[in-house]
């Protein structure tokens, strides 16, 4: 049980005043700080799983050949033998209007607002660009047998790995969720340490009640269930303070977070399993606290006899 019952008779014995000590809101603090670091930590997890998966068997081929007719029948070549090999899952060649798109966004675009082309995007040289995507996991017998394609349809043209620019974000991102892991780790014994000396400093303020209660027959578990209660009631009240200013925060990020629908950002995500963990973070802290709060009571109980 995490909240032992106590007879109302005993419970008088202690204050019984809420909220009324450091405790409390020491609690409350670092269980806020628990949530948004685990919340950080699964969104970040999630976010790299999703760039993982999406860019492992990826590739994009770039044919820089100067003529741009050349360029471009080289293109629909290399994109209708890419979709014909058994090793290829789809192969799509990216359109010139969506590169200038891209661009445009980068160095501004001079397109008037009846949605005229920019001039000056229109003028750059730029590469013809086709994505496929991989079948299976064999991906270096794959990317082998795509460069001898590539070799034959379209001479000169490079063949870009995903992972070889989005690996290391990738990477970046996993340690920063191994970081947020370790946080919690960090701040649970923080909690923890917090309960301990809470208990500790209960027994030494009521030391001479200890002492009456021993007089009359009272043994170290009735003893124990007495300040348990009280610490597990002022551990509930911190945890339940800081996951209510938790949830107002990640609520409010959540719908900040809503209008990403583009880039790294729109990866991450908590999920099913995100929220319930979330969810259940908060009834193990007070189960931890109770249990560290009642081996702590027994071992100082049994030092003080």
Known sequence: MIIPRVPVQHRRLL??????????????????LTLLAAAAGFGLARSANAIGAAIAGRVTVQIVTANP????????????????QPFVL???????????????????????????????????PLPALVDIDFVGEDRTG???????????????????PHAEWLGPVARLIRSL?????????LMTLASAAVVIMTARAALATH??????????????????????????????????????????????????WS??????????????????????????AIALAALTARQTLLAALKKIL
């Open 177 to 185: 969720a191994w970081i947020a892991g370790g946080m919690v780790l």
């Open 90 to 124: 789809s192969a799509r060649a990216v359109e010139q209007e969506e590169l200038q798109a891209t661009l445009g966004q980068w160095f501004g675009s001079e397109a008037n607002s009846e949605g005229g082309d920019d001039p000056v995007l229109k003028s750059l």
């Open 142 to 160: 794959h990317m082998r047998q795509l460069k001898a394609l590539v070799a034959r349809e379209a001479p000169g043209a490079r063949v870009i």
């Open 69 to 84: 007719v050349t360029r471009a029948e080289q293109a629909t070549a290399l994109r209708r033998a890419a979709a014909a």
């Open 259 to 284: 209008g990403v629908t583009s880039g790294l950002a729109a990866t991450a995500s908590f999920g099913p399993a995100g929220w319930a963990l979330l969810l259940a973070l908060p009834l193990l």
């Open 15 to 32: 204050p019984d005043r809420r909220l009324s000590g450091p405790t409390p809101w020491v609690i409350a603090i670092l269980m806020m």
């Open 207 to 256: 030391f001479p009640t200890i002492e009456m209660l021993h007089m009359i027959g009272a043994t170290d578990r009735q003893i124990t269930r007495l300040f348990q209660r009280r610490i597990a009631i002022d551990t509930a009240y911190g945890i339940a303070l800081g996951t209510v200013v938790a949830a107002a925060i990640l609520l409010l990020i959540g719908w900040q």
